[in-house]
């Protein structure tokens, strides 16, 4: 199984609304990563994950919380987002480390196109 | 972190190779060249990833001068559902904290005509 999921879709919300997305992956990465993505630009990364524990946070603002409950599992709390906050949220997992000869490749889910009111 | 310049955009014909170059002029000693290709609404995919030299599998290849300070994709024969935007990334791969930082350039949007 090379795939990561993401719940869900699409995603509706206000500005004072608390929501949550869910990102999932059976392929025993132990290295997890949120982007986020506006239209015709590049994926932005927010936050990496190494075996379950927050490694990198590129100053992203506190209405966003991650947590990584298990080695399968990421999820994005969203609290008191803004509109300019609307994008493609993009879950990605890999390998923490090479063992050699093989490609450190991020695997992407889908996305979670959200919506900011 | 290297920073990358791409083209904004390309245009080509199916059948046609394609070649799309990525410049990367502060690549640092341990940096590896890795190149996506997404689809609207979708999550980039991987395409290849490379050191130096040249690079092939079974969709792509990848050339890299000796100075490593650019580097090229060749897809061969391409097809209308190559239409994608492709991302050139630099970054020390070898974990993920690194890997984590390896910045996705603004792409190059390959429109492929019949």
């Known amino acids: 199984d090379t795939e990561v999921t993401q719940t869900p879709k699409h995603l509706v919300m206000g500005m004072t609304n608390k929501k949550s997305l869910k990102c999932e992956q059976h392929?025993?990465?132990?290295?997890m990563y949120w982007y986020k993505q506006k239209a015709k630009k590049p994926p932005e990364l927010m936050f990496v994950?190494?075996?379950?524990?927050?490694?990198i946070n590129e100053s992203v603002p506190s209405r966003f919380s991650p947590e990584c409950p298990n080695s399968s599992l990421l999820n994005l709390h969203l609290h008191a987002l803004q509109p300019e906050d609307s994008a493609l949220y993009l879950c990605?997992?890999?390998?923490?480390?090479?063992?050699?000869?093989?490609?450190?490749?991020?695997?992407f889910g889908p996305g979670t196109r959200l919506t900011v009111l | 972190l290297a920073k990358t310049t791409q083209p904004i955009s390309m245009d080509s014909y199916e059948g046609q190779e394609v070649n799309i170059t990525c410049s990367h002029n502060?690549?640092?000693?341990?940096?590896?060249i890795t190149w996506y290709q997404q689809f609207p609404s979708q999550g980039p995919r991987f395409i290849i990833q490379?050191?130096?030299t040249k690079v092939t599998n079974e969709v792509a290849s990848l050339f890299i001068p000796a100075d490593r300070k650019s580097s090229t994709l060749s897809l061969p024969r391409v097809s209308l559902s190559d239409t994608a935007v492709y991302y050139c990334?630099?970054?020390?791969?070898?974990?993920?904290?690194?890997?984590?930082?390896?910045?996705f350039g603004d792409g190059t949007t390959l429109t492929v005509k019949p």
């Open positions: 490379g050191y130096k």
């Open positions: 392929m025993g990465h132990r290295a």
């Open positions: 990334l630099v970054g020390d791969i070898r974990y993920n904290t690194n890997a984590g930082k390896s910045t």
């Open positions: 502060n690549i640092a000693t341990n940096d590896y």
């Open positions: 990605a997992s890999s390998q923490v480390r090479l063992a050699g000869g093989e490609y450190n490749e991020q695997f």
């Open positions: 994950y190494s075996y379950e524990k927050l490694s």
